[in-house]
């Protein structure tokens, strides 16, 4: 097994546009993260008492969404390109030849894939969180990685990498074609949740079961969860989330793969 | 050795391959033959476990070759050139074939050394021409030093030289005992190469004997083929007035 995974390690190295796409989302989201920290140190004069005492604002700002929101895409779109390519030109033939075992190739690629994006999110997040950070301290508005779910927030804004990537590897599998692959995950990972309102309890259970959802959760997007109400999913339902999603979507692609022909 | 006992497969109502048997023995250049549309993709992808089939059989030395957890010691294919990305170099994409099946990494630099493309082993796939990747592709089939060797339309797009090669690249493959089968659609390459000739034609068997044989009945291979399959050609030009 890990000759195979080597061997996927030699893949995905092997092709610039992964350090590429890598480098350009990590800009992203840095940018992303000094623009809204750079906001709240502006306008932190207007803010009332309790929002300065409170600076509800400075998690949001490490982990902007609009900067997440392109890491959830790309990685997405990264985890399924790893599948997808060797569909479109062929080469998964080429591979099934080599290693006929083809749950080792799907569950080889996932590791490499899943493990690419906890590194790159790691450091994604953490610099998001460092540089914003150092703005807000600039108001006395920034907070530490020891406050109350800060860590939880970090990690959750690291691990959303790889758990797209992972829904894209299977999206992937399944679908076999870059376009409705690419359409399919974004409208599941993204768009699903602005449909569904969290008024009604059953569209609300809709919403908080989605990666979206509980990437806002776990990175306090609306500020702490004491103020919120069921805008939020809980917080174990959110990592519930983060895990079941990968899995569920890895295990239908295993299936799909082992039955299909190639 | 190659075995296919009474396979089928169809894909929606088109039926590809019609309960199709033969063996292919070791030590022989064996050339399958056949119009567009006879089946021989398909029958190759089944006997390498790509697609499965309605019914029948195929085995590779003996066993299924899906049953193998890594192929390439077992048996080394070119399905298609083109079936590469674009974007890696010769080497790396080799190298991630070899590792997968725990090959030592010195195998890379001597199959590229073989098809004679050791000084563009660093360059970008991409810019290959279709006869570069068919060398790259025989490079990867021989990677795993099989006993088994399955090529389908190898020397489309190869230049005089290469050509020549192949032909006596598949005849020492042969000689050193190994199982080589080789699709075409190129008649006298065929009766250059093989000496052993498998014909089919709409999915179904329509000879299976040594090409001196079928040569020697009709004249040339080429007569030989057109008659055996003038009833299972599917696309054919109206005659010039």
């Avoid at chain 1, 009332?48 to 990685?75: I, R």
């Avoid at chain 1, 703005?135 to 109350?148: E, K, Q």
């Avoid at chain 1, 691990?159 to 299977?170: D, H, I, K």
């Avoid at chain 2, 080789?182 to 999915?203: F, I, K, P, R, Y």
């Amino acid at each position: 097994m890990t000759d195979v995974i080597a061997a996927e390690w030699i893949k995905i190295r092997s092709l610039r546009s992964t350090f590429w796409t890598l480098g350009l989302t990590t800009l992203f989201v840095v940018g992303a993260a000094v623009v809204a920290a750079r906001a709240d140190y502006s306008n932190f004069p207007q803010y009332d008492h309790v929002q300065q005492a409170g600076h509800g604002f400075a998690l949001s700002d490490a982990f902007p969404p609009v900067g997440f929101m392109a890491v959830m895409l790309v990685a997405t779109g990264a985890g399924a390109v790893t599948v997808v390519s060797e569909y479109g030109s062929g080469l998964i033939r080429t591979t099934t030849v080599a290693v006929p075992a083809r749950g080792s190739v799907l569950l080889a690629k996932a590791i490499v894939v899943a493990l690419l994006w906890t590194v790159a999110g790691a450091v994604m997040s953490t610099l998001s969180f460092v540089v914003s950070q150092a703005i807000l301290a600039g108001r006395h508005a920034d907070v530490s990685i020891t406050d109350p779910g800060a860590g939880a927030a970090l990690l959750a804004a690291t691990l959303v990498g790889p758990v797209c990537a992972l829904v894209g590897l299977a999206l992937g599998v399944l679908i076999r074609h870059s376009v409705t692959t690419m359409v399919t995950g974004v409208v599941l990972l993204l768009l699903v949740p602005s449909m569904f309102t969290t008024r009604r309890p059953w569209s609300a259970a809709v919403n908080h079961a989605m990666v979206w959802s509980a990437w806002q959760r776990l990175t306090r997007t609306y500020g702490p969860p004491d103020g919120v109400g069921s805008l939020y999913a809980s917080f174990t339902g959110s990592w519930l989330v983060y895990a079941l999603w990968p899995l569920a979507a890895l295990v239908l692609a295993t299936v799909v793969i082992r039955w299909r022909d190639v | 050795m190659i075995e296919v006992n009474g396979i089928t497969k169809r894909y929606g109502r088109k039926t590809a391959v019609d309960n199709l048997s033969f063996t292919v023995r070791p030590g022989h250049v064996t050339g399958f033959l056949g119009p567009n549309g006879a089946g021989k993709t398909t029958t190759l992808r089944v006997v390498l476990g790509l697609d499965r089939p309605d019914a029948g059989t195929a085995t590779v030395s003996g066993v299924p070759f899906r049953s193998h957890r890594r192929g390439l010691r077992h048996a080394g294919a070119l399905l298609d050139a083109q079936q590469v990305h674009g974007g890696r170099t010769a080497a790396a994409h080799l190298a991630a074939l070899a590792r997968s099946n725990g090959l030592p990494a010195r195998r890379v630099a001597d199959v590229l050394e073989e098809v004679g493309l050791a000084e563009v082993a660093r360059h970008r796939i991409g810019g290959f021409s279709l006869g570069m990747k068919q060398r790259l592709g025989i490079a990867a089939a021989l990677l795993g030093d099989p006993p088994v060797l399955i090529f389908d339309e190898p020397i489309n797009g190869m230049d005089p030289e290469g050509v020549f090669w192949v032909r006596r690249l598949f005849r020492s493959l042969a000689e050193e005992g190994r199982t080589v089968f080789v699709s075409s659609h190129l008649m006298g390459e065929m009766a250059n190469t093989a000496d052993q000739l498998v014909v089919v034609g709409l999915g179904r068997l329509l000879a299976a004997e040594p090409a001196a044989q079928l040569i020697g009945r009709a004249g040339s291979l080429e007569e030989a083929f057109l008659r055996l399959t003038s009833s299972s050609v599917e696309y054919r030009a109206e005659e010039r007035r």
